[in-house]
């Protein structure tokens, strides 16, 4: 079994930066592919990134392409989603899942909060 730790979320505001950090404990995710996920309060949990166990694809919502860039250290049993030109649309609580494609495990989610 694996367990997964988000961290990073903060309030900041529209267009600046955050990077939220997934460290697993438990099973190495060295082997497996990684998710992102988002829910906003009254909508439904939604995809934003995903990566393969390498890190040589990754793959992204339509709605963050271009500004969210996931990638992971696997020697740190971690993976990270760099999220630049936040928008208030970008804010849910975040979390990571894996492995793909049922991801059965999750992590318990850090908020984000972005202010116009």
């Known amino acids: 079994q694996v367990q997964l730790v988000e961290s990073g979320g903060g309030l900041v505001q529209a267009g600046e930066t955050l990077r939220l950090s997934c460290a697993a404990s438990g099973r190495t995710l060295s082997s497996y592919g990684v998710g992102w996920f988002r829910q906003a309060p009254g909508k439904e949990r939604e995809f934003v990134a995903g990566i393969s166990w390498s890190g040589g694809s990754t793959w992204y919502a339509d709605s963050v392409k271009g500004r969210f860039t996931i990638s992971r250290d696997n020697a740190k049993n971690t993976v990270y989603l760099q999220m630049n030109s936040l928008k208030p649309e970008d804010t849910a609580v975040y979390y990571c899942?894996?492995?793909?494609?049922?991801?059965?495990?999750w992590g318990q989610g850090t908020q984000v909060t972005v202010s116009s």
């Open positions: 899942a894996s492995p793909p494609p049922g991801y059965e495990y």
